[in-house]
């Protein structure tokens, strides 16, 4: 039996890195295709509207064009064309098509807005500062009031970044371009008004130390949603010409063919990444290409610091050499360049295991940009930390080194009553769950009371048809419809790594339901089950998907081959 499933397992195999290959840049990279998006495309039409209506009528026409043809039936928008209904997407969408024609797009808006109502308002919208972003592109659509929100207190930029970092973290960039909308479209009076003034200056540099860290002029995040909320922002604040007009540039730039905008542009290292550790796991860690995806990822180390962060010079970001510094994308790099050992990684490899050893919090976790944060969506967070366990195990780090006993035990708290946890950037409790079962059970903990519990959560939350899916509505398998190719590799590596063995049936249903989803082109179907904004839009990335389909494939060919050993030696 093991043979027979054994050699399906490297037909899979052979077809999927060879297309990859196939598709590899030359200089060792993959393009990322991803679908173009509705809050991106809402956004820019919106930013391009208010701040450069005449020479980009054109693209605003389109993009509104867009948007309508990628309604849902209901009337509602998801995060991309034909994706479920989301909230976010709705009012962003209704609001920019109102902005643009309130007379052409009255129906379309309607409806819409009658559906966000129907589903709870904004006041469902848990997130104060998602409630408080979409409350504010009504306003600037004429269809709500801003007065009587929360101010927004942009001066906190006047006292020292140590005062604010942890706080504002990644949110600096939209937190001050709200605090411009708002203080244009509800100026403040009293002493209010006094500080404000106060403010500005520091809120326009603030943006402009942010922007100088980036890899493209005008940028944010290398995110068109994001340089939208700022481009809104600048425009509401009168500032300087220049970096208005460089982020009405870099929208224009990034306008796709048929309308349409992508939410985050420069994917391609973190796809990459994970592309590099799955074929890697997969049996290429010596090929030729994949030690030139390698020498790509080194090469994308970033040389400089990010002083919004405080994050000195070592780590990766998903844009590049320059950009977001972070948490996540570093440790999937280390884990790409870890499998091939110090004397090929040589330094890159020192100065990113050290750079991540110097990002964890106190308690032992890792958040995602800045340590010790006390922003929700910034840290702490199971998967990251788990992924950094399993780093420093890669690397040659005992279950004993200081660091990561402080990691293992903040897991081995931090557990959800029913056994599960939770991810910041990938959505539902699958991914979480299964990467902190897998970093325990490396590290050799499988025995331990809560590994059994997450396991147990995990085998309780398989599918009939053997996959796993996103568990959205807060409980682990509570969506019986379908699985994702990412999450039941995600939950197929995870117990191999807890020692459930290759022949028990569960495993190998998991493994059937992979290979079966194998596309005719070798490659896997992406999901929608990264995280843009947490738990109201998300994204798919074609690299990912393919990257943990080859680590979970590669995982069950070694668990096959002990067990035909154990067989033979029988």
Partial sequence: MCSTVDSRVETSIT???????????????????????????????????????????????????????????????????????????????????????????REPVRRALRLVDSHGGLQALTDPGMGHMARTFLALAGLEELKGSRRIPMELLLLPPRLWRGRLSFRLAPFVAMAFIQARH????????????????????????????????????????????????????????????????????????????????????IGGSYV????????????ERLVRARQWLRGCQQDQAFPVFDAPPGGWGWEGPR?????????????????????????????????????????????????????????????????????ALDCGASPDDPGVRRALDWLLAHQRPDGTYEALWYRGLTPGTAMALAALGRAGLAGHPVAQRARAALLRAQLADGSWGPGETGTLGDDPTHGTVEETAWALRALLACGVPADDPRIRRAADWILAAQQPDGLW???????HIRNFAYYVDGLIVNGLALKALGSYRAALAACGYAEREA
Wanted: a negative charge; hydrophobic letters at 40%; one cysteine or more.
């Fill in 15 to 105: 077809h999927a890195a060879e297309t990859l290959f196939a598709r590899q840049r030359p200089e060792g990279s993959w393009p990322n295709r991803r679908p173009t998006a509705v809050l991106g495309t809402a956004g820019a039409v919106a930013a391009l509207r208010i701040a450069d209506p005449e020479r980009s009528r054109d693209l605003v026409e389109g993009g509104a064009r867009w948007l309508l043809s990628a309604r849902n039936p209901e009337g509602g928008w998801g995060g991309v064309a034909g994706a479920p209904t989301q909230l976010v997407p709705t009012v962003i969408a209704a609001a920019a098509l109102h902005l643009l024609d309130p007379e052409g797009h």
């Fill in 186 to 269: 509800s100026p403040p009076t009293g002493l209010g008004r006094l500080l404000h003034r106060m403010a500005r200056q520091a809120g326009l540099r603030a943006l402009a130390q942010v922007e100088r860290g980036e890899n493209d002029r005008g940028g944010y995040g290398g995110d068109n949603w994001l340089v939208s909320v700022v481009c809104i922002g600048l425009s509401c604040a009168g500032s300087p010409p220049a970096p208005l007009a460089d982020a009405v540039d870099y929208l224009r730039s990034n306008v796709q063919a048929d309308g349409s905008w992508h939410i985050m542009q420069g994917l391609d290292l």
């Fill in 276 to 287: 590099a550790r799955g074929l890697a796991d997969a049996g290429y860690t010596d090929d």
């Fill in 323 to 391: 950009g977001w510094p972070n948490f996540l994308d570093t440790a999937n790099v280390l884990s790409a360049l870890a499998v091939a050992g110090e004397e090929e990684g040589g330094e890159p490899l020192r100065r990113g295991l050290r750079w991540l050893e110097s990002r964890q919090d106190r308690t032992g976790s890792w958040g995602t940009f800045v340590p010790d944060t006390t922003l929700p969506n910034d840290g702490p967070c199971a998967y990251v930390t788990a992924q950094c366990v399993e780093v």
């Fill in 525 to 531: 179907p992406a999901g929608q089950v990264c995280m």
